[in-house]
């Protein structure tokens, strides 16, 4: 602990980091406890140790043999659920697919419904100005987002989208939603 330094990146400091995250895992793979919160990570140092991950939700995935899995942040009722997780805002639109984002909206249905909301009630974010105005600012909105919130409300799901990002935000502190999927972290 003592070769530890504080506020530097390092080998070291990435080697503790990804094993403590390891020995969280470990902990609720075998029972003994019910979850496991994590704070903050360095994405460099853990790198640098060798663990190529581009951060918490990757370790998860792998570790537990997960397949379909996203990123949700919760504060309370404040729920937030990405369909693409730790990669250059430049390569997001490309990773933008209806697929994707209906097994988002179902991992958010499905976890909402587990913290105790019955009939849960999603917000789904557009990716551009104005949830794309039609097609004026991007066609994300009409060829991918649409058709997935589309396909999600005829298996019953209580969905709503796209709605434009800057005021997604004020729905959901509002209680309007119980979560929403935003298109990226």
């Known amino acids: ?17 990804y094993q403590y995250i390891i020995k969280g895992i470990e902990l609720a793979m075998a029972g003994l406890v019910d979850a496991v919160t994590t704070g903050p990570i360095h994405k460099e140092a853990i790198n640098l140790a060798g663990h190529h991950y581009a951060g918490h939700t990757e370790i998860f995935a792998e570790k537990t043999k ?37 097994n988002v909206i179902k991992l958010t249905h499905h976890a ?13 974010a557009g990716l551009n100005p104005h949830a794309g105005d039609g097609g004026l600012f991007g066609r994300e909105e009409i060829e991918e987002i649409i058709p ?3 396909v999600a409300q005829n298996m019953g799901m209580n969905v709503e989208g796209p709605v434009p990002p800057d005021t997604v935000f004020v729905k959901l502190r509002g209680g309007l939603y119980d979560a929403v999927v935003v298109m990226y972290h």
Do not use: W
């Open 1 to 17: 602990l003592s070769q530890l330094e504080y506020g530097k990146v390092t080998k070291l400091g990435g080697e503790a980091c």
């Open 66 to 102: 997960t397949r379909d899995y996203c990123m949700m942040l919760i504060d309370n009722d404040f729920r937030v659920a990405h369909v693409t997780t730790h990669i250059a805002y430049s390569q997001v639109p490309q990773y933008i697919k209806k697929e994707r984002i209906l």
């Open 112 to 124: 909402v419904a587990r913290l105790g909301v019955l009939e849960p009630k999603i917000g789904v």
């Open 148 to 150: 997935a919130v589309q």
